[in-house]
């Protein structure tokens, strides 16, 4: 089995990268820059090159599943939240299903759900990814979607919560996202569910269980 991971270089895509072999998932890495390939390349991790907004569909040959975890980034326009988190993310989807992709995992955002009850700044970021979850929910294609809080860079607790409702905080970090991206990869039951996710104290393990 192997991974096609989208967005390979981004904060919680090195983490995944940098876990791989702990995981025992075998990884191929896409990236726009072949040169950040060395920073990724490991005994689990392969690189291919790829762009959202080009074509990638090559980057898929001989993968089985998918982690969507690119993003256009606060630093550009509403032109690539358009081009990479909506419309590149959809695609990415249609040609998971005409491959036949047996795993799609996105790594939506919590509260695409409302997007007219975020920020104002922040409104057409959560329909990009609204959208994107929709059009996954309705594709041919097995999926787990993930729902994070704001993205944090301090150490995964290996601990996180679903219920938002009872959190206090509104952060998780990026090692706990990652490993839940492999905690649905790993497990059966992840399939078909979205799941909303802060720093809390469920073992991420059991995340999961039905
Ligand atoms: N920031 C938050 O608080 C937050 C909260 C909830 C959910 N999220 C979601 O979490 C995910 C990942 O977060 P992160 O912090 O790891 O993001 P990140 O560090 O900004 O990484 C994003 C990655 O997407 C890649 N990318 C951008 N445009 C691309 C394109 N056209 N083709 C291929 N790849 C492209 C970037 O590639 P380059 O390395 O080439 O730039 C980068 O590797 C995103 O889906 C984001 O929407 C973020």
New binding site residues.
């Given amino acids: 089995m192997k991974t096609l991971v989208?967005?390979?270089?981004?904060?919680?895509?090195r983490i995944l990268c940098r876990k791989a072999a702990v995981y025992e998932l075998p990884l191929r890495a896409?990236?726009?820059?072949t040169a950040?390939a060395s920073e990724l390349e490991g005994p689990a991790v392969e690189v291919v090159a790829?762009?959202?907004?080009g074509d990638f569909a090559e980057a898929l040959e001989g993968c089985d599943r998918v982690v969507f975890?690119?993003?256009?980034?606060g630093h550009t326009g509403g032109d690539k939240t358009l081009l990479?988190?909506l419309y590149?993310a959809i695609r990415a989807i249609e040609q998971s299903e005409a491959r036949g992709i047996e795993h799609f995992v996105m790594?939506?955002?919590?509260r695409t759900d409302r997007p007219l009850e975020g920020p104002p700044a922040m409104r057409h970021y959560f329909v990009a990814?609204k959208l994107a979850d929709d059009r996954l929910r309705a594709s041919s294609i097995p999926w787990t979607i993930l729902r994070?809080?704001?993205?944090t860079d301090t150490a995964g607790s290996g601990r996180v919560t679903t219920d938002v409702s009872r959190a206090s905080g509104f952060d998780i970090s990026?090692e706990n996202v990652a490993d839940c991206i492999a905690a649905a990869l790993r497990q059966p039951s992840a399939r078909g569910q979205v799941v909303d996710l802060l720093d809390g104290d469920q073992p991420i393990g059991e995340i999961f269980a039905r």
Avoid: F, N, Y
Avoid at 30 to 33: A, G, K, L, Y
Avoid at 69 to 73: I, K, P, Q, R
Avoid at 148 to 151: A, D, F, S
């Fill in positions: 989208i967005g390979s270089h981004g904060k919680i895509g896409m990236v726009r820059d950040q790829g762009d959202l907004e975890t690119a993003g256009s980034g990479v988190d590149g790594v939506s955002a919590l990814k994070p809080g704001r993205l990026r």
